[in-house]
């Protein structure tokens, strides 16, 4: 994800819109979105998070 994100925001390469289709259509980003939530929350429980 943070790469993509550096080819987006930065320029940084060409964005290859048939892997960026296949992950939407894979919803591949929600795997993503649930080890994050799930380090926010053990961060937040630690009180590590920032908030």
């Known amino acids: ?3 993509f994100r550096n ?3 930065h320029q940084y390469g060409a964005i ?3 892997k ?3 992950i939407l259509a894979s ?3 929600r ?3 649930r080890i ?3 380090l926010h929350t053990k961060l937040r429980e630690r009180g ?3 908030p």
């Open 1 to 3: 994800m943070i790469r």
């Open 27 to 29: 919803r591949g980003y």
């Open 16 to 18: 290859d819109v048939e």
């Open 20 to 22: 960026v289709e296949k």
């Open 36 to 38: 994050l939530t799930t």
């Open 7 to 9: 080819i987006v925001v």
């Open 48 to 50: 590590a998070a920032d």
């Open 31 to 33: 795997d993503v979105l």
